[in-house]
């Protein structure tokens, strides 16, 4: 199974961007699929999550601002961001919990990560 990410770059405050992540490979079902990210010297954060039922979760810090979607038939998950500030600034993530064959155990995978610069 493989993640594989587009639509980072620079923008500037106050402007938008829209990440995709697709996962392939051999998949069953896909039970969720979510965005972090990790700014230098800064762990790991949660941004937002879709499970497949379409709910979401986001951090408060993105809340208003971030939309997280997903489209089922593509294995693809979006992330809208507007209004982006330069405290967004980080390497973005896509995670996908993943149940690769029927009765299988599920595995979380990640992407190799697209970096968001905004810049003031």
């Known amino acids: 199974v493989q993640l594989v990410e587009s639509g980072g770059g620079l923008v500037q405050a106050g402007g938008s961007l829209r990440l995709s992540c697709t996962a392939s490979?051999?998949?069953?079902?896909?039970?969720?699929m979510g965005w972090y990210r990790q700014a230098p010297g800064i762990e790991r954060e949660l941004v937002a999550t879709?499970?497949?039922?379409?709910?979401?979760n986001y951090a408060d810090s993105v809340k208003g601002r971030f939309t997280i979607s997903r489209d089922n038939a593509k294995n693809t998950v979006y992330l809208q961001m507007n209004s982006l500030t330069p405290e967004d600034t980080a390497v973005y993530y896509c995670?996908?919990?993943?149940?690769?064959?029927?009765?299988?155990?599920?595995?979380?995978?990640w992407g190799q990560g697209t970096q968001v610069t905004v810049s003031s």
């Open positions: 995670n996908a919990l993943i149940v690769v064959h029927t009765g299988g155990p599920t595995y979380k995978y």
């Open positions: 879709i499970p497949s039922d379409g709910s979401t």
């Open positions: 490979g051999s998949i069953f079902s896909i039970l969720a």
